[in-house]
């Protein structure tokens, strides 16, 4: 934490949460609670992509986005 020096970790649901929320409203960071004195502490979203659980070897990997391009011409 930036105002405690408390050294704390997001759960893998609360990053898979942030991820999803990140990208579907546009947002450049997440605002983690402190679990000691609750300040607000931003997570950059290149951050939170380092920190997210990789996907099982035998998984593919989840589809791309959409490109604009591809909504230009449609």
């Given at each position: 934490?930036?105002r405690c020096g408390w050294s704390f970790?997001?759960?893998?649901?609360?990053?898979?949460?942030?991820?999803?929320?990140?990208?579907?409203?546009?947002?450049k960071h997440y605002d983690a609670r402190?679990?000691?004195?609750?300040?607000?502490?931003?997570?950059?979203?290149?951050?939170?992509?380092?920190?997210?659980?990789?996907?099982?070897?035998?998984?593919?990997?989840?589809?791309?986005?959409?490109?604009?391009?591809?909504?230009?011409?449609?």
């Amino acid at each position: 934490c930036y105002r405690c020096g408390w050294s704390f970790a997001l759960k893998p649901e609360e990053i898979r949460f942030a991820l999803e929320a990140l990208e579907a409203s546009g947002g450049k960071h997440y605002d983690a609670r402190c679990p000691r004195c609750r300040q607000a502490n931003k997570i950059s979203l290149e951050q939170l992509r380092r920190g997210a659980p990789r996907p099982p070897a035998g998984e593919a990997n989840p589809p791309a986005p959409p490109s604009d391009s591809e909504d230009a011409s449609a």
